[in-house]
C-alpha cells in the first residue's frame, strides 16, 4: 500500500516576530522548561498522545532543543519546542536551516485554552530570546493537509518557501518531491534525506 506525505517547510525573521506581542496579558507567565523541569510536561493532563513521554524530550534536549511554556494560574496550557539549525521529520527526513536558523516544532495548546493567541505569544517570547543568542530566523514544518497548523504559522507571519511531497513504494522505496524536483532512494534513520532549506 503507497503512503504519501506532503509538508510545507515555513519561514519568517525572528526581529519579525519579536515585534509582536509584547504586551503579555498579566495571567500569563511565559517560562522555559529546562531539562530537570520536563516532568513539568510530561505529567501534564494536557498533553498530545504522541510526543510527549519522557523519551522524546530527552531526544530533543539531548540535540540542543528547548520548551517554552505558558502557564495560567499554576496551570501549563501550552508549550512548544524549539531546535536549533535543524529538524528530524519521521524517521527519514532532515530539514536543515544555517547556523543563525532555529526550528519551532512540537507546539500543543490545552483545549480549554484554545484560541487565546497563546502560541503567538509563545512564538513571539522565544524569537526574542533567540535573538539575544545571535539566532535570526525561525523555521517550521507544517502538514500541507492540516489547514489549521499552516493558518496558525501564516497568521504570524510565516511564509511558506518549500513544498515536500514523499510517496512510500513497497519494499521502502521513497520517491521525493522537494520544490518540484525528484529525488529517489531507500531513506531511513540511518540514511536520512537531508534538504538545506533557505
Not at 530539514?95 to 536558523?101: A, N, P
Request: aromatic share 10%; proline share 3%; with cysteine.
Amino acid at each position: 500500500m503507497l503512503k504519501k506525505t506532503a509538508t510545507y517547510i515555513q519561514r519568517a525573521e525572528l526581529a519579525d516576530l519579536a515585534a509582536t506581542h509584547s504586551a503579555v496579558d498579566a495571567s500569563v507567565k511565559l517560562s522555559w522548561i529546562d531539562r530537570k523541569e520536563r516532568h513539568v510536561i510530561v505529567d501534564c493532563p494536557y498533553r498530545p498522545d504522541k510526543k510527549s513521554g519522557p523519551e522524546f524530550f530527552e531526544r530533543h534536549y539531548e540535540e540542543g532543543g528547548r520548551i517554552c511554556a505558558a502557564i495560567v494560574d499554576n496551570d501549563l496550557v501550552a508549550w512548544r519546542l524549539f531546535k536549533p539549525q535543524f529538524q528530524k521529520l519521521w524517521n527519514w527526513l532532515e530539514i536543515r536551516g544555517d547556523e543563525t536558523t532555529v526550528f519551532g516544532l512540537a507546539a500543543y495548546t490545552a483545549p480549554h485554552a484554545r484560541g487565546n493567541r497563546l502560541m503567538a505569544v509563545i512564538t513571539a517570547h522565544a524569537a526574542r530570546d533567540y535573538i539575544k543568542l545571535g539566532y535570526a530566523t525561525l523555521m517550521a514544518t507544517t502538514d500541507r493537509y492540516n489547514d489549521a497548523a499552516v493558518s496558525a504559522h501564516s497568521h504570524i507571519g510565516m511564509q511558506k518557501i518549500g513544498l515536500i511531497e514523499a510517496t512510500r513504494w513497497p519494499l521502502g522505496l521513497r520517491t521525493v518531491h522537494v520544490n518540484g524536483q525528484l529525488t529517489a532512494g531507500f531513506f531511513n534513520d540511518r540514511r536520512r534525506l537531508v534538504h538545506r532549506a533557505a
